[in-house]
């Protein structure tokens, strides 16, 4: 049975009120890189808070906590940001073959 973790699901509806219902973070503080970095602190956050009400377990938490170094602690930053560039430059390219009609795959040309 889910108690609702440690911290009453605090993290959740924090997570609710600055990036609203959605799925993947989006650019909420006009920086992309801040914007994911809080997303995923709060995703590490509601880790460990399942972690420490017996949600879940240990294992679980190792897990979250390796991604969470592996991505902030270890990946060198310029790596992160060009993903970051490059994701932002597709997702406009799609926006704007949309908006003339033009139907593509992510990470097609237009052509």
Known sequence: MMSG?????MDSSLMDEIFGYSEKPRDV???MEI???????????????WYASGDSGEDDWLKAKARFRKKWFETVRKDRLKKIIDEKVEQT???LY??????????????
């Open 35 to 49: 914007s994911q970095l809080v997303w995923d602190v709060l995703e590490l956050i509601h880790d460990f808070d």
């Open 5 to 9: 973790g440690r911290f009453n699901y």
């Open 93 to 95: 390219r799609q926006e």
């Open 29 to 31: 503080f006009e920086d």
């Open 98 to 111: 949309k908006t003339i009609g033009v139907k593509v795959d992510a990470g097609g040309d237009g052509s």
